[in-house]
């Protein structure tokens, strides 16, 4: 609830824009934890940053393609716009300059798509599922960070990218 006892709404707009600036935050993180690594401070201190902000940003970085997928879907981008929304991800910072771009695009626009509409291609699939997701807005939640979560640690279970030297 906020101050004045109204529930506060996230909309695809601010659930995009707070994982996107979280993204970018979690990219200082890991080049900081590497120039500790690497620069500042080698051995074991230099590796524990480097872990630290590495599995931080790892994990934000799964979360933001979950978030442009499910966002994506909403805002009806189609898949060549939602596999560069993922790719932002792998280059530092480039969350933030897609998300101003989706913004002024007005690709951000409007709320949850919770019902059908006479469009077409809310008769697909994808479609259908996402709203009756949505009816169900913890089962989403919940879903969503369950799926996270075990992209996470199947990650972690693959190991870091590049190996570990």
């Avoid at 601010?14 to 080698?42: D, Q």
């Avoid at 530092?92 to 897609?98: G, V």
């Avoid at 996402?130 to 009816?135: E, G, N, P």
Wanted: glycine fraction near 10%.
């Amino acid at each position: 609830m906020s101050a004045t006892g109204t529930a506060t709404r996230v909309t695809p707009r601010s659930f995009f824009r707070v994982i996107a600036i979280a993204e970018a935050i979690t990219w200082t993180m890991l080049i900081a934890g590497l120039l500790m690594k690497y620069v500042f401070t080698m051995g074991e201190t230099g590796d524990l940053a480097v872990r630290i902000g590495g599995t931080i940003h790892g994990f934000v970085f799964i979360t933001y393609a979950a978030t442009v997928i499910v966002v994506g879907f909403n805002q009806r981008w189609g898949i060549l716009l939602i596999a560069l929304g993922v790719v932002t991800a792998v280059v530092p910072y480039a969350t933030i300059p897609f998300d101003v771009a989706m913004d002024r695009r007005g690709r951000l626009e409007g709320d949850w798509r919770t019902e059908a509409t006479d469009d077409p291609r809310d008769k697909g699939w994808i479609d259908r599922l996402l709203r009756w997701f949505l009816a169900r807005p913890i089962l989403l939640v919940v879903v969503f960070i369950v799926a996270v979560v075990a992209v996470f640690f199947a990650a972690l279970a693959i190991g870091p990218p590049g190996g570990d030297h």
